[in-house]
């Protein structure tokens, strides 16, 4: 059976296209493999600038051979029916929930393959609000949850989801105070539930966003997949070092990448004003907040409203809608609540 001349030329067409395209695209890719291995043999380069370079090469191959087409809507009808009723079973949530019903109403939780920004100054709560988030996800909600750590170290982050968790003053739980029978059967009961949750935490400084990528696969890959993945800081992200601009102009493409190709929320945490850092290394994680902000789906800033109460507000969002969640903030048990609860 012969295809009629139109179709038969049309096709023709479409293949040539195709394939020069391909031919184009793996040229570039050789290109920038090139590139890499004549970098490689300066032993000055450092490996994590190395790797860096060779994936931004890579990604930029792949996106500019990325070719959009028009798709007709109907094409779009069954995820977004599957969107719309999904959240009329659950309450108008039919992303990750978030623990706190105020903010999930704005929400509608967090949503796979986006990237969520919450920034605001330091001593905020932002990291309290995220481990209440991981806590939620991975014991109320038993999902797979990742948190990388590089502002904080992953023996604190215990420690505070233990006091959360147990709803037990930090100074009797860290300090040399004894703990009443009943604080020491919550504590060890908070343990408990901890050391059974799918909560993976890694407090290294990421030597390359490759590295993040390895290792939310490599966890997908060996469990039931990743709900949520959070980022606490910048700072391992946007690393020192000669190619620290470059990186910071980079890394929200690579997350928005990285959420997207995984089916992830991935929720970035930001100071507005960290202390302790040098001009430059101030300047490279404001130009990684700007990048992340620019590729972000959703955009939370929190800050302080009087005393113990924080305002979080929802300025952006895809899938919600903009809004104000007012927090109660529990310093002694790192704990952060909506006010009506």
Not at 52 to 74: F, T
Not at 154 to 179: F, M, N, Y
Not at 250 to 274: F, H, M, N, Q
Request: glycine share 10%; aromatic share 4%; with cysteine.
């Amino acid at each position: 059976m012969k295809l009629p001349e139109p179709i038969a030329a049309a096709v023709g067409r479409h293949l040539g296209t195709f394939i020069v395209k391909g031919r184009a695209a793996r040229r570039r890719v050789a290109t920038v493999c090139g590139e890499v291995l004549a970098q490689a043999s300066h032993r000055a380069l450092e490996l994590g600038h190395l790797v860096d370079g060779g994936e931004q090469g890579i990604s930029q191959v792949a996106n500019r051979n990325h070719c959009g087409a028009l798709i007709q809507v109907s094409e779009f009808m069954d995820p977004t029916l599957s969107l719309v009723y999904s959240r009329r079973a659950s309450n108008g949530v039919a992303g990750v929930s978030t623990g706190l019903p105020d903010l999930d109403r704005l929400l509608g939780g967090l949503q796979a393959g986006e990237v969520v920004l919450l920034s605001g100054p330091v001593g905020v709560g932002k990291t309290a609000l995220a481990l209440g988030i991981a806590r939620h996800v991975s014991l109320k909600e038993d999902k797979v949850v990742a948190l990388f750590s590089p502002a904080i170290d992953a023996a604190e982050c215990v420690t505070r989801l233990l006091v959360a968790e147990s709803g037990i003053d930090a100074a009797k739980v860290v300090g040399d105070s004894r703990l009443t029978p009943d604080e020491e059967c919550s504590f060890q009961e908070a343990a408990c539930r901890l050391w059974n949750s799918p909560l993976f935490i890694n407090d290294s400084v990421p030597a390359s966003t490759f590295d993040l990528r390895e290792d939310v696969e490599g966890l997908k890959a060996r469990h039931r997949g990743v709900s949520l993945v959070i980022v606490n800081g910048l700072e391992g992200l946007t690393r020192r070092g000669s190619s620290r601009r470059r990186n910071s102009l980079y890394v929200g493409l690579v997350l928005d990448k990285l959420a997207r190709e995984l089916g992830v929320p991935i929720l970035v945490l930001a100071d507005t004003s960290p202390d302790s850092l040098s001009r430059d290394h101030w300047r490279a994680i404001e130009r990684g907040m700007a990048s992340v902000e620019s590729v972000a789906g959703v955009l939370l800033r929190m800050e302080t409203a009087e005393a113990n109460t924080v305002d979080l507000r929802v300025e952006r969002t895809r899938h919600g809608r903009r809004g104000l969640v007012r927090l109660r903030s529990f310093p002694e048990t790192y704990r952060v609540r909506a006010l009506a609860q």
